[in-house]
């Protein structure tokens, strides 16, 4: 397994991760994706899933998105497993069309990706084949490596694992995330247990909303 990642919940950038905050997520985006060298290895998609609710998992995916972003020719996507589950393979090939023509490195598909111009791909209330059929999430997904570098996919919580467990084996890893002072250990092995499970592999482990009581400008004197 990837070492846990100590990851400070910093606030939300708008456009870029600045270099202060860079190192927090430096060793997991360099063990797992390895930017910069896409042309020498194949596209990832790696599902996250927090441990206890309110753990942050989406806020842990945006971060690394966007520190992927800053790597010059990487293409992102990510993705939202429920929004995942009501599109059709023709409207995500055509969302994922419309994102790689783009000059912007990352990509969103959510449920409030009712913007125009992608041409108002509109969410089903009715689920797609996702649930029952295999193949069908194996298509989604070699749709997404091919359009993309990195796709990272916000399943939120395991306490609700339907989702993950369909897709745990059809990805290349699954990302664990846990609240610091908030996550107990039973309950980081109750969440690796059904990763494996579903035969999925677990990469890592993000401890997010990590308090740091000392500055980070004393750090650098201690």
């Known amino acids: ?48 899933t927090s441990i206890s609710a309110g753990a942050g998992t989406s806020f842990v995916v945006r971060e690394i998105g966007l520190e992927l972003m800053r790597y010059e020719g990487e293409k992102v996507a990510i993705i939202d497993a429920h929004r995942l589950q009501t599109i059709s393979i023709k409207d995500l090939e055509k969302w994922a069309k419309l994102c790689a023509a783009t000059e912007s490195g990352l990509s969103w598909l959510n449920n409030e990706i009712e913007a125009s111009d992608l041409g108002k791909i509109k969410s089903r209330k009715k689920a797609t084949l996702w649930q029952s059929d295999v193949t069908f999430r194996q298509d989604c997904l070699h749709l997404l490596r091919k359009h993309f570098n990195h796709v990272l996919i916000d399943c939120h919580s395991v306490n609700s694992p339907a989702t993950l467990t369909v897709m745990a084996k059809l990805v290349d ?44 400008w004393l750090y650098g004197r201690i």
């Open 1 to 48: 397994m990837f070492i846990a990642a100590l990851v400070k919940m910093l606030p939300a950038p708008k456009t870029e991760v600045t270099e202060t905050e860079n190192g927090h997520y430096d060793q997991l985006v360099h063990g797992i994706f390895q930017p910069g060298h896409s042309k020498t290895k194949n596209n990832t998609v790696i599902a996250f």
């Open 173 to 216: 890893g699954v990302v664990l995330v846990a609240s610091a002072g908030q996550t107990r250990r039973d309950e980081i092995c109750r969440a690796e247990r059904v990763v494996e499970m579903a035969q999925g592999k677990i990469l890592g482990l993000v401890l997010n909303k990590r308090k740091y009581p000392v500055p980070d």
